[in-house]
């Protein structure tokens, strides 16, 4: 932003652990105040950057090149850990994607902010120090500053300990701060909050933010400057609005491409997956999965450009189709949107209330209970798509497992498959998609035997036969069912998933955050999947998701709920449109969107 | 500690490996407690000397009458017991009375052949036989003959009175007892003012507790490969004596296969005794064929052996049709039985017989089985009372030896005249011998380690007591 | 890199033994228990490599068949713990409430118990022998392979992939079978490893109280215990069985580590 | 509270279900207390006269119940054996065996804890290798055989420390530590090696947490947020190994007071099933459980003053 000399400088930085090069030679500038964002997929290098910044390199991992603050004499990479430790945390503060681990369980809230102040000279007393915690605290917004300096991290919210979090890094008022994911693991609302502090403060203060995350929205929110890395490399820089609007690197038209999730259009995957660094190629990492590549890909492509950024790719001046991209198919037929309402449910749920013990109130005490659900109804029809949305705690997780019958509901019941007077798990029956696409797999076991478990008859030829079936319909090749999970990339594991739920021909698919997990250009591979396979079978489809993006794209009705009770449900379109409960309004607020002022057709920066 | 085990003027420090239960022998058995007290705390009327012959103690002399039928005991004056009570013919008496009428062991049976004890005068007793015995007055020697203060009774189990020469100072169970000079002794008083007995459960920290100056005296070497460990001259001295304890390879005579003589005859000439010595002790012992004992009168020297004539003993076994017999071989898990047992499993293999080792646990298991319930082929265990041949005579004892020839034997030997005892037992003894009611495998030495600059430790092992009253420490 | 050199190391030394204990079977230089009074304690030559004891007899068979001890006495005590504790470790992560209660207030109770006095009552009622003494050790070592499992069930149950098998219809019997004990198996081969050299040192300790193994067998525990007393005079009597013992806990420590180590990325690296 | 009265209800129940689990072993056991008394000396009918006068032929549930009965007075009831009070005497072993104990426990930990610290710091260093190769070695001596070349070392050779023996510490308590140091050694050592491989574990786990990376990222050096970030998080696991070694050391304990000549709660117990004195052996197990409970207990409530995730629960 500012002229004269940046506040961080990195050259030629390059990290390496015993067998690989892991990043490749990363060179930037941070100026004061300034924000820059790093984008990029799971693996491309952005966290090693930045600890590499900071000297806090895991052991195994050697960095090379330099890093320069302004104001300080050494050479962050080869400085003493004296020095850096000098550095850290006075001039240079940081956050970490996980709020709960980030945080020491052992000690309170304020102690650990403390501490922070405490290493670099100043000593205040125990009361001065909590003091000053607290005052930390309630300039993030964090209500009841004092009794969150009194508490353990585990009695605070994911929200409440990414505050606290944050005002670790921002105690000594650094120069610089590095957010690493800083709000992944958080609720959109409280994803909003946070970024808006970091903002505000970097805003206030004068801070220069370092910004890595892969939600380019948040990205196209927060910050000035993107930085693109791919395979450990920049291949992209430039001002936010320029990289969004008109990306020059084939990787950055992708990634922008399978972020866009509008309804009733295909989404664009990038096409392969990010190669591990041992596998990179020489020349263009990307070239591999770019449709644009020749044999000039084969040299490695300078990072050039001007004041508009700078790109690193030999044909990024073509012009027009997404390389690699598959063009978006005519959108579907809109014969699924809405469901007559006087054919029967396949799954039905009345009254369904879900009641845990809570916490003692005072010692030997009764226990009082809690609701975790309260009265929801709920009817599934054939071929219909229901999304249910809300914050995190809100029952999402708990209703789909009551539908599933893995748990049993304290009130109310459940009608359809697998119940009593519906049919059964097999086919016509329901099973489940789930989160953690390595976790839903039992990694001691080939794929053919994960795929055929639901099947009636799993050793038959006949399911032999079916798996490969399965198999191919998800896109996987014959072979993969002599493999074992571990072998393969998210994305395919969560196909695995998905064909074993269709295995049987479930009348009702349900599933618990189905793409949470996964990248955004396996993402976009996954919903689709979902989508097609469901829609040839008529299936009924129940989806969780906390990005409303997914929900919207995959979904035609909507369910929103929060603190256990259904607040709104409706198409999902007019809910989008015209949200009635003013706790879906928040909701919808609070999605970042990508913001790109002058951009081809993006409609907002944020919703209204 | 290591202070009171180093030489510190009168005070000893002796280790031990058995250490005793209660110190009580009128109502517990094992030769730990009269091993401690015997002679040190406890007096008899007679005593039995370094070589065996009786010698008066308590009583100042003694008259047996020409039909043998009658003793007289004149008593030493001026005996007082540590309770401060003096002796008199009434305790002589009350003690004799005691082991007649409440004493459990199997012991106090040698005192059932008393008619009656009664007190002639205070310093008198006259002890009346139902019929001449030599054997009593022997054992009168032993603890039976151990005299009680009639006021000292109290709580034998821990706290004994006795007239010797030292009197139990304390007793920490499971680690030492400790005793301390008699300053009212009647005799000469010894020149130690304490002794520490030490219990080791384990042989190798007793060698360990002597190398490094924690006890001045190991009154049991367990293994004998150790005493190279001693070889300094000017630190230690080895005494190599004689005990009682036949170590016995006990035979059932009462089932099959040593039902059969030949199959026990076979076993003798099998075993290699001067190998098992040598391996199994290092050569130190003494090798005996019958239950015999050098300090007996009556030994016989090597005549009551067998060679080794492992061809002899494959015919036998032939003979008796006994071969590949599976015998049961339950010893007590003691050190010198499992290290014999080895070498007698390994050499009666070689002459047709098969014998499996199953070690009992010691004492408990092993008595209620083999000694009690004679459960087994073949067991091997020290016999350590002294004259004890009357154990054969007993076809109920363990060996289940019914010679009816071998027990009247012994009654004549003991009964008739005293010049003709020992030949009457030696032709018992030879008896034993040729009808091999049992192997005897070696006679254990009485082997102990002492400080060089010690004198005065009883050499061998003749009656049941470890005596102190004679031990100095040179240059005092 | 490090995980794989204990692999390797581990590999080898548990490979030795395994292979020496087989080999004891068909072929010894001589017989382990005869005895020769003539060459009682002679020191090594080419007849006898390592010379002989006080008996007279081959050390070399006599390490050789005391190999084949220490493998009973690792396959009796942590067969027994398996057996017992797994199943205790599974039924109780999976069902929870009471039952899980049930089960791990005994497995404490257990713990609780002294294994001495196990193997000393055991000894007493059956007799001294390996199998006894081992199979003490191993009722002592169950609830550590219950509390191991159980924790690792706990895991397992955790995971979503026992949801979908639940979904798919899946009996209880058939989870545990084909989810949860392969999943813990990993664990479990960890924990038995690190048993294993517990139960051979245990022996070793048993043997030396004299509640071990019978002679004239040649454990490696009682081979120190007899020659103990000639620690100081014939050291290398010791020293061979002490060597040995080392060893096999050596190779099998470091082939739980290794085993551990190697088992970790599959769960964790590949997210 | 709540806790600690539940625990301790637990205790109490466990220690009397041991107790009777431990007499109806007893039942089996070949042998009885009169017998061994008599030992060869013995007759039928005396030894039928001594199990009367000793109480034990009575049928066993009466003398279990009055044991128990007798407990519940704190009475743990005379030995049938030396018509000893049992409370005493096992008292005074289990403070003997409770220093040795207590002595290996603290030479394992000045062990294991800069042990394994130090080799999880170092673990891509040799150093570090080097350090986890001598716990592995360590972890491999039987312990009887370390007592013994202690004891070669330093108490024949130098002639620096008594080969074996004990001084209880109110008679002498100079003498009292000299006579510890050995034994406590030889138990600690051993335990130590094992216990510095769990404490490895539990700190290079720790090491890759990410408050580790906070503490640094506030400007801790490596060290420090080690010692004050890492230790107490890694002090969880390693407090219920050291739970668990409890039993381990309490039989090792067992060996090196045989090794060391020392009159502890192990050598008491093995006395006692040796003469198959019922009650003494009823009121070692006993002590034996408690002691075993309690230390559990102990580690329990530890935890929740380490972390305190644990205290709400
Ligand atoms: N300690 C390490 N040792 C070896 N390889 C590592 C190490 N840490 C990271 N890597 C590898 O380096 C590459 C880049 O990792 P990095 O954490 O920087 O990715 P990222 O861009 O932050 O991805 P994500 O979005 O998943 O956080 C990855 O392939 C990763 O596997
Ligand atoms: N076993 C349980 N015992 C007690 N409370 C529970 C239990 N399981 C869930 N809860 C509580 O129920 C509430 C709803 O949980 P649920 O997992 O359904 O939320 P969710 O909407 O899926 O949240 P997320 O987006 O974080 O997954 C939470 O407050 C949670 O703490
Ligand atoms: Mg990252
Ligand atoms: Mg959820």
């Keep these: 932003m500012n002229a004269g000399p940046p506040l961080l400088e990195v050259t030629d930085l390059t990290v390496d652990s015993q067998a690989t090069r892991l990043v490749r030679g990363v060179g930037f500038t941070v100026g004061r105040g300034e924000r820059v964002g790093i984008i990029g997929e799971s693996g491309s290098g952005k966290s090693l950057t930045a600890l590499a910044a900071l000297g806090l390199l895991d052991d195994g991992l050697r960095a090379g090149g330099s890093v320069r603050l302004a104001g300080e004499e050494l050479d962050l990479v080869s400085a003493s850990d004296r020095a850096l430790s000098a550095i850290r945390g006075k001039r240079v503060g940081m956050v970490f994607q996980e709020p709960m681990s980030a945080l020491n369980p052992v000690y309170r809230l304020g102690t650990q902010i403390t501490e922070g102040i405490r290493l670099h000279g100043t000593r205040p007393t125990r009361r001065a120090g909590h003091e000053a915690a607290a005052e930390l605290l309630e300039r993030l917004k964090l209500p009841d500053p004092h009794r969150a300096a009194r508490a353990y991290p585990h009695q605070l919210s994911g929200g409440q300990r990414q505050r606290g979090v944050l005002a670790i890094a921002l105690a000594n008022d650094p120069d610089l701060l590095i957010c690493d994911e800083p709000t992944t693991a958080l609720d959109v609302t409280v994803q909003k909050e946070i970024t808006d502090l970091i903002v505000g403060d970097s805003e206030q203060r004068g801070t220069a933010v370092l910004f890595i995350s892969h939600d380019l929205a948040l990205v196209s929110s927060v910050c000035h400057r993107v930085l693109v890395m791919y395979g450990g490399r920049i291949v992209e820089s430039g001002p936010v609005h320029r990289v969004l609007s008109a990306p020059r690197h084939p990787y950055t038209r992708a990634l922008l491409a399978t972020s866009d999730l509008t309804p009733g259009t295909r989404p664009r995957a990038i096409p392969g997956i990010v190669p591990a660094p041992g596998d990179l190629q020489a020349g263009c990492g990307f070239s591999n999965r770019c449709a644009l590549a020749d044999d000039k890909c084969a040299e490695l492509p300078p990072l050039l450009g001007g004041a508009e950024g700078a790109v690193a790719c030999w044909h990024h001046e073509v012009p027009g189709a997404l390389p690699g991209v598959r063009q978006p198919s005519a959108p579907q037929a809109q014969a699924s949107w809405e469901r007559p309402a006087d054919g029967e449910p396949v799954l039905s749920a009345r009254g369904l209330t879900r009641r845990y013990p809570g916490r003692r109130v005072r010692r030997l005490g009764r226990r009082p209970t809690v609701s975790v659900l309260d009265s929801i109804d709920l009817d599934l029809y054939a071929g219909q798509r229901v999304g249910v949305v809300g ?38 029956g329901l099973q489940m998609v789930f989160q953690d696409p390595m976790g839903s797999l039992d990694p001691r076991q080939r794929v053919r035997d994960i795929v055929a478990e639901p099947l009636p008859h799993r050793g038959s030829p006949a399911a032999r036969e079916r798996v490969l079936e399965l198999l191919a319909a998800v896109g996987l090749p014959e072979e993969a069912a002599g493999r074992y999970p571990h072998q393969f990339s998210g994305g395919q594991r969560q196909r695995i998933a998905i064909a074993r739920a269709l295995a049987p021909e479930p009348a009702v698919l349900l599933a618990d955050e189905p793409v949470s997990a996964l990248d955004v250009s396996v993402r976009a591979q996954v919903l689709d999947l979902l989508r097609t396979a469901t829609a040839e079978r008529d299936t009924a489809l129940c989806v969780i998701s906390h990005d409303l993006g997914v929900i919207r794209y995959l979904c035609d009705t909507v369910l929103v709920l929060r603190d256990g009770k259904a607040v709104e449900t409706g198409p999902v379109e007019s809910v989008w449109r015209a949200p009635k409960h003013p706790y879906t309004e928040q909701l919808l607020a609070a999605v970042p969107q990508l913001v790109i002022p002058d951009g081809e057709g993006s409609e907002a920066r944020r919703a209204p | 500690g290591s202070g009171s085990g180093r030489q510190s003027g009168d005070a000893l420090t002796v280790g031990l490996v058995a250490e005793p239960a209660t110190l009580d022998f009128s109502g517990t058995d094992g030769a730990a407690i009269p ?44 005996v007082k017991f ?15 009375d005691q082991v007649k009428t409440r004493w459990k062991l199997k012991v106090a049976q040698q005192m059932a052949v008393v008619d009656k004890a009664v007190k002639v005068n205070a310093d008198t007793v006259a002890v009346t036989l139902k019929h001449p015995s030599n054997n009593w007055l022997y054992a009168m020697t032993s603890r039976i003959g151990a005299m009680y203060s009639r006021t000292g009774v109290g709580d034998l189990k821990n706290h004994p009175v006795g007239t010797g020469p030292f009197t139990v100072g304390s007793w920490q169970r499971g680690d030492k007892l400790i005793l301390r000079r008699n300053a009212d002794y009647w005799g000469v008083k010894p020149q130690l003012n304490q002794v520490s007995l030490k219990y080791f459960k384990d042989a190798g920290a007793l060698n360990n507790a002597m190398l490094a100056g924690d006890v001045n005296v190991v009154g049991a070497v367990q293994a004998p490969e150790t005493l190279s460990r001693f070889a300094d001259k000017s630190r230690f001295q080895v005494i190599d004596g004689s005990s009682t304890a036949e170590v016995v ?7 099959k296969p040593f039902i059969d003589k030949r199959v026990r005859q076979a076993v003798r000439y099998g075993i290699d005794h001067e190998a098992l010595l040598k391996t199994a002790r290092f050569g130190r012992g003494t090798l005996i064929g019958s239950q015999e004992a050098p300090t007996d009168p009556w030994y016989a020297g090597d005549s009551n052996r067998v060679p080794y004539d492992p061809a002899k003993a494959k015919q036998l076994v032939k003979d008796a049709g006994a071969e590949g017999t599976v015998l049961k071989m339950r010893i007590p898990n003691l050190p010198y039985a499992v290290s014999a047992a080895q070498i007698v499993k390994d050499q009666l293999a070689q002459v047709g017989l098969k014998a499996d080792i199953e070690p009992l646990e010691f004492p408990a298991r092993w008595l209620s089985e083999v000694f009690n319930k004679a459960d087994y082929d073949l067991s091997i265990i020290a016999h350590s009372e002294p004259r004890d041949q009357w154990i054969f ?63 005065g430790l009883p050499v061998n092992q003749v009656g049941e007591g470890l005596e102190f009253a004679g031990v100095r420490w040179s240059g005092k | 890199m490090k995980s794989r050199m204990s692999l390797t190391i581990g590999g080898a030394l548990v490979l030795l033994l395994l292979v020496t204990a087989l080999l004891s079977l068909v072929w010894t230089p001589h017989d382990a228990s005869h005895i020769d009074a003539s060459r009682q304690l002679a020191p090594p030559d080419a007849g006898h490599p390592l010379g002989t004891d006080q008996f007279g007899r081959d050390v070399l068979s006599r390490l050789m068949e005391g190999a084949r001890i220490t493998v009973f006495a690792g396959v009796v005590a942590v067969g027994i713990a398996l057996l017992a504790g797994v199943p205790m470790g599974v039924v109780s992560g999976m069902s929870g409430g009471w039952l899980d209660n049930v089960v791990m207030r005994v497995s404490d109770f257990l713990l609780a118990f002294p294994a001495l006095l196990l193997a000393i009552l055991l000894a007493a009622v059956y007799g001294t022998g390996t199998l006894t003494a081992m199979v003490a050790i191993g009722i002592a070592s169950a609830p550590g392979f219950a509390r191991v499992s159980r924790a690792a069930t706990l895991r397992v149950m955790a995971g979503e992939y026992i949801d979908a098998a639940r979904l798919a219809g899946r009996s209880r019997t058939a989870i545990a079978v084909r989810h949860v004990v392969p999943n813990i198996l990993d664990v479990v081969i960890v924990q038995a490893s690190v048993s294993f050299a517990t139960a051979v040192l245990a022996e070793a300790a048993l043997s030396y109280l004299g509640l071990g193994t019978v002679p004239p067998t040649p454990s490696w525990g009682r081979m120190l215990q007899e020659s103990q007393d000639l620690l100081f005079s014939t050291p290398e009597l010791c020293l061979w069985p002490g060597l040995a013992t080392a060893a096999a806990v050596l190779g099998l420590n470091l082939l739980g580590d290794g085993l551990r180590d190697r088992v970790d990325p599959t769960l964790e690296g590949v997210r | 509270m709540y806790l600690i009265v539940r625990k301790t209800l637990t205790l109490l129940v466990g220690a009397f279900a041991a107790s009777f689990v431990v007499f109806c072993c007893l039942a089996v056991l070949p042998g009885n207390a009169a017998e061994v008394a008599l030992g060869t000396n013995a007759t039928p009918d005396a030894v039928a006269r001594l199990s009367e006068e000793f109480g034990t032929d009575r049928p066993l549930l009466t003398q279990y119940a009055d044991w128990a009965l007798g407990l519940l007075h704190g009475d743990f009831g005379t030995s049938y054996v030396t018509h000893e009070p049992i409370g005493p005497r096992v008292a005074d072993r289990f403070g003997v065996t409770l220093w040795l104990v207590a002595g290996g426990m603290l030479v394992a930990l000045l062990i294991a804890l800069p042990a394994g610290v130090l080799s999880a710091a170092w673990h891509r260093k040799p150093r570090g290798t080097l350090l986890s190769a001598l716990s592995q070695a360590g972890i491999a001596v039987p312990a009887f055989l370390a007592g013994l070349l202690l004891v070669y070392v330093f108490a024949v050779r130098a002639g620096a420390l008594p080969a074996g023996g004990y001084v209880p510490l109110a008679e002498d308590p100079g003498e009292w530590a000299r006579h510890l140091v050995l034994p406590c050694l030889s138990l600690g050592l051993v335990q130590g090696a094992a216990l510095s491989r769990y404490v490895r574990s539990a700190v290079l786990s720790v090491q890759r947490q990410d408050y580790m990376r906070t503490a640094r990222a506030k400007g801790a050096r490596r060290w420090a947020a080690l010692c004050r970030h890492g230790l107490p998080n890694a002090a969880v696991p390693v407090l219920t190994v050291l739970g668990l070694q409890l039993s381990a050391l309490l039989v090792g304990a067992i060996v090196v007071e045989r090794v060391f000549v020392i009159p502890g709660l192990g050598d008491l117990l093995l006395r006692a099933v040796a003469d198959r004195d019922l009650l003494l052996i009823q009121g070692v197990v006993t002590v034996l459980v408690v002691a075993v409970l309690v230390v559990n207990l102990l580690t329990d409530v530890l935890y929740r003053v380490v972390d305190p995730r644990l205290r709400s629960r």
């Design chain 2, 35 to 78: 091993q401690a007290l015997l002679g040190n705390v406890y007096e008899g009327l007679v005593r039995v000397d370094q070589q065996g012959r009786i010698q008066p103690q308590l009583a100042e002399k003694y008259e047996r009458s020409a039909d043998g039928l009658t003793y007289t005991f004149h008593l030493r004056k001026n």
């Design chain 1, 391 to 428: 914050e995190s705690g809100a029952g999402k997780s708990t209703l789909l497992r009551l539908l599933a019958g893995l748990d049993r509901p304290s009130g109310g019941r459940v009608l359809g498959p697998g119940r009593p007077g519906g049919p059964g798990r097999g086919a016509g």
């Design chain 2, 82 to 96: 540590t309770n401060g009570a003096p002796f008199t013919a009434d305790d002589a008496v009350f003690s004799i």
């Design chain 2, 249 to 255: 390879l006990s035979m059932n005579n009462s089932r």
């Design chain 2, 393 to 455: 005579a007993d076809p109920s004892y363990y060996f289940r030896y019914d010679k009816p020839a071998y027990a009247d034997l012994l009654k004549q030997a003991d009964a008739g005249p005293p010049q003709e005892e020992s030949d009457r037992y030696r032709a018992a003894l030879r008896m034993l011998s040729q009808d091999a009611a049992a192997d005897w495998l070696y006679l254990m030495p009485n082997l102990m380690v002492a400080d060089a600059k010690l004198q």
